[in-house]
């Protein structure tokens, strides 16, 4: 998009994964936007010009986060809908950690564009949460759990998903449209494609000038 070599200049920061967990147990949102704000602060003292955050879970903190970050935010569940009416979305299954599936994160930005919904059966929700965090978060690949993902989206398309949002960053290392019943929405790339097409924006005008 740039020519060879070129993108958009990145600031990261990440706060210990066990900070957000301690808060998300609790239910502690405002706990978790804190830690959010930590995080934002930092990068605008960097340089940065706005956000994103590839962790959908954390997303059901933007109540509490939004109004006083110091940048602005790409929402990762906009960007995933907005590509999801792109491909006529009609139903589409929710997967990812407890917190995020039993959250309104998804649910809300469908409804809005006019896009049914599916989470999960609660006892699925339990195992898909504990294959993200107590396998694939520490790079754990197991073909038992692969199957799980496979059977369970199978299990949404007959319940009439047409599609499946990949809402957790770890999933998409072991389920892809390669090995999926259902086209997949992949939240970690879409986001990622997104924030390149915000930041090349500004960098595009300044070459021009």
């Not at 003292?45 to 954390?58: E, K, Q, R, S």
């Not at 299954?93 to 006019?114: F, R």
Request: proline content about 5%; overall charge negative.
């Amino acid at each position: 998009m740039l020519g060879p070599h070129a993108h958009p200049e990145v600031a990261l920061h990440g706060a210990s994964l066990a900070e957000y967990v301690e808060a998300l147990n609790a239910n502690d949102l405002e706990g978790v936007a804190a830690i959010m704000l930590r995080s934002a602060h930092r990068l605008a003292d960097a340089g940065a010009d706005f956000l994103i955050c590839p962790d959908n879970t954390i997303h059901s903190a933007m109540d509490h986060f939004e109004a006083k970050s110091p940048l602005p935010l790409l929402h990762i569940a906009k960007v995933v809908v907005a590509e999801a009416r792109r491909r006529d979305v009609r139903r589409a299954g929710i997967l990812g950690t407890k917190w995020l599936v039993e959250s309104d994160v998804y649910p809300s930005a469908l409804e809005n564009a006019g896009i049914e919904w599916l989470r999960p059966e609660p006892n699925e929700r339990a195992e898909i949460s504990r294959i993200i965090m107590e396998e694939l978060v520490y790079g754990q690949f197991r073909e038992v759990s692969k199957a799980y993902f496979r059977a369970l989206i199978e299990r949404m398309r007959e319940r009439g998903c047409d599609a499946v949002i990949l809402g957790c960053t770890e999933i998409p290392l072991i389920i892809s449209d390669a090995n999926s019943a259902l086209p997949t929405l992949d939240s970690t790339r879409l986001l990622a494609e997104a924030a390149v097409q915000h930041a090349i924006v500004p960098m595009a005008a300044t070459a021009d000038q």
